[in-house]
């Protein structure tokens, strides 16, 4: 560590505080009468002391600093990146991977320990840090995830080197070769599996609609492959309930065979119904896991209708319209505004895009007929329902998003809520914003790095009536930003059909509500939520909800809901693939009220479709980053690699700090000490 006195007041100020510790010393201690009994040491030392003292305190008045230079060095940090997914153990040999292959990674963790810093990561459909053994059990590989896990979380930090235990497979995500090339360190990794081609049949995947509406004909497409059974002959069929509903015959004419059936089905009953596909298992497959797979279809018997209007045509207007057309539960319906002449009452939601005062009138009839409308982009901050905005005209900010943490009227998943922060900034109205009461904000405005509390897209309920606003320029931004991301537009859909479908579901005037997910995937934890109204319809915590679920094979299991400020809340887990009942009940006033439901568990088949290790990703992965393939054997060899890499250093970093004299609380203590030693010397030779 390098010091340095840094002054800032003229050189005589230095010498007048000498000067004046000299005079204090001297009025003391100089041929006073009263020290005549003192002895001559005795007094000298009070008088340097006392100098000293008042000189120190003197210089504590000038602007004196000390700046110092220290230099922090660190050490590399080796990720030991493990696969957790189930894939990892459905080969041959699964029982070494099970409990041979920890074993030999601490001992690696163990010896490279020495050297650098090590953190382990342990990754399927998510990332995690953990010290425990894998589990191997994920459903689903994510690599991409795992990359993008790193770079938020060690961005700044001396990352020597990533080592990734995987067998290849990757299931969800970009393709992780891609993903890897953003790395500024070399990936080393060490690959697991057999690669060898085997006999297998199997159904790749189930294009189906996840809605139909009663009494539609939907269709089901079975894709269908095979690997070196060229010139048999398979069948492929689907279920309903149990009942086989169709058949297909195919034949296979190549030893890597891919085909498509094509089902249609009538959707004649209310409710979920579970269709299997099934295709035949011929000898000599290796695989059987993957001859079978479970869709889930929710017919419903109504459509809600979507009226988009807009002043004039706009990228924003496009994007939602995709988004809701990428949605089975609506109908959505486009026009201009000055071409719009229908009626608004068939409609269960209106879309205004534009300047408000073109869209005056049509809000005067929402209100009128009581139809939920979204204003998006209004043009103007003036009359904006259920917000104050005071700001002078024609001025706008670039704000980025974030999610409001306190937003309570619908769910959206943690990727949601995570990428939002990562939306392209939108023009918005620069000024002062006050949300009415009954105005709840989901996305709040960032400017820079401060997280403001004026909304991008709030919702409003008055007197049962709900709108909706999002205050904007940019919204196609945010749809093209998770595509650049994710390669599709999920998260941009999610968020435009959560808040549709908040708006136009129909208000529900019961005293006890349950909000449960119909269908959820097996790797998703199940959350509902519970709302208890009294007779005025205002919201009560008071009494305690309470819930019995009966799985499969009608075992019961009972909870009790956390209760929050003004609802109930219960996380019941994950739960295993099948279908479960719920009976809610509540008892308000010694009057009880129950709610029924059903809830689809989903398997997740992605780790069961392939299980050949695809090694060629992995390689390509250390290549494109300047590291190395290794496999589970030549871990020793793993270890010397990491070792002779030049690259792979300590960083040393240098910080200055810069500190005022009399915050040095030493020099405190020091000035105590003098006066101390000061006053018990006069105490005892001059009874001062």
């Known amino acids: 560590m390098f010091s340095k006195i840094i002054v800032n007041s003229p050189w005589y100020f230095f010498l007048l505080s000498l000067c004046l510790g000299l005079a204090v010393a001297l009025l003391l201690y100089y041929r006073n009468k009263k020290n005549t009994d003192v002895p001559k040491n005795v007094t000298r030392l009070l008088f340097i002391l006392r100098f000293l003292s008042v000189s120190l305190i003197s210089l504590f008045l000038l602007s004196v600093f000390l700046k110092q230079l220290k230099n922090e060095t660190q050490n590399p940090i080796i990720l030991v990146a493990i696969d957790n997914s189930s894939s990892m153990i459905i080969q041959k040999d699964s029982l070494e991977i099970r409990k041979d292959l920890p074993e030999k990674l601490t001992g690696f963790k163990k010896n490279i ?136 015959t195919v034949k296979i004419t190549s030893d890597n065979f891919l085909a498509t059936c094509n089902f249609t089905f009538n959707a004649n009953t209310v409710g979920i119904s579970k269709y299997v596909a099934r295709v035949t298992v011929l000898d000599g497959e290796k695989n059987i896991l993957n001859n079978h797979q479970a869709f889930i279809l929710d017919v419903i018997d109504n459509k809600e209708k979507v009226l988009l209007l807009a002043t004039a045509p706009h990228p924003d207007v496009a994007a939602i319209k995709d988004a809701i057309l990428n949605s089975t539960s609506f109908d959505v319906e486009y026009a201009l505004v000055s071409e719009f002449k229908k009626p608004i009452k068939p409609y269960s939601l209106i879309i205004l895009h534009g300047p408000l005062t073109n869209n005056s009138n049509l809000i005067i009839d929402c209100k009128a007929n009581n139809i939920p409308y979204w ?45 939002t922060k990562e939306f392209p900034a939108i023009k918005t109205f620069f000024g002062n914003y006050s949300l009415g009461n009954g105005s709840n904000a989901l996305i709040d405005q960032r400017i820079g790095v401060v997280e403001t509390d ?49 708006l136009a579901v129909k208000s529900d005037k019961s005293f006890f509500r349950i909000v449960a997910p119909k269908t959820i995937n097996e790797n998703e934890n199940i959350e509902v939520d519970a709302e208890v109204y009294n007779k005025s319809y205002e ?17 019961k299991f009972n909870y009790t809901f956390s209760k929050t400020s003004n609802a109930h809340k219960l996380n019941i887990g994950l739960l295993p693939f099948g279908e479960y009942k719920y009976e809610a009940k509540v008892k308000v006033n010694n009057e009880l009220f129950v709610k029924q439901g059903i809830i689809v568990v989903k398997e997740i088949v992605s780790e069961k479709i392939n299980t050949v290790a695809n090694h060629q990703v992995l390689n390509a992965m250390a ?11 030549q871990l020793d060899q793993l270890e010397k690699e990491i070792l002779k890499n030049e690259q792979i250093k300590p960083i040393t970093y240098s910080q200055n700090n810069t500190t005022l004299l009399i915050d040095l609380k030493w020099l405190f203590w020091i000035i105590l000490i003098f006066l101390t030693i000061e006053w018990y010397f006069r105490k005892r030779y001059t009874s001062i």
């Open 113 to 248: 320990s020495k050297n650098f810093e090590v953190k382990t990561l342990l990754f399927g459909n998510k990332t995690n840090s953990s010290k425990d053994d894998p589990s191997f059990n994920e459903k689903e590989t994510d690599i991409s995830n795992l990359i993008a896990e790193i770079e938020n979380n060690f961005s700044n930090q001396n990352i020597g080197a990533l080592v990734i235990v995987s067998d290849g497979i990757y299931n969800k995500g970009a393709n992780p070769i891609y993903s890897s090339e953003k790395l500024n360190f070399p990936v080393y990794p060490v690959a697991i599996g057999d690669t060898s081609e085997v006999k297998d049949v199997a159904i790749q995947k189930i294009n189906h609609n996840q809605v139909a509406y009663l009494g539609n004909i939907f269709p089901a497409e079975v894709i269908v492959s095979a690997k070196n059974f060229i010139g048999k002959e398979v069948t492929v069929s689907l279920s309903q309930n149990q009942i086989e509903k169709a058949k297909q």
């Open 375 to 419: 204003i998006v982009n209004p043009g103007s901050s003036e009359n904006l329902p259920g917000i104050k905005i005071t700001s002078a005209l024609n001025k706008f900010n670039d704000a980025e998003s974030y999610i409001n943490t306190s937003f309570g009227l619908f769910t959206i998943t943690d990727e949601l809520k995570k990428f």
């Open 454 to 502: 004026s909304p991008v897209l709030f919702f409003t309920e008055t007197n049962g009536a709900k709108s909706a606003i999002f205050i904007g320029d940019g919204l196609w931004k945010w749809k093209m930003r998770d595509y650049a991301e994710h390669t599709n537009h999920n998260l941009f859909n999610e968020l435009i059909s959560k808040a549709i479908q908040y």
């Open 539 to 555: 919201l009560i915590n008071e009494p305690d909800v309470t819930l019995i679920l009966s799985n499969p094979e009608g075992k």
């Open 623 to 633: 290549k494109r980053t300047g590291g190395k393939l290794f496999y589970k054997d």
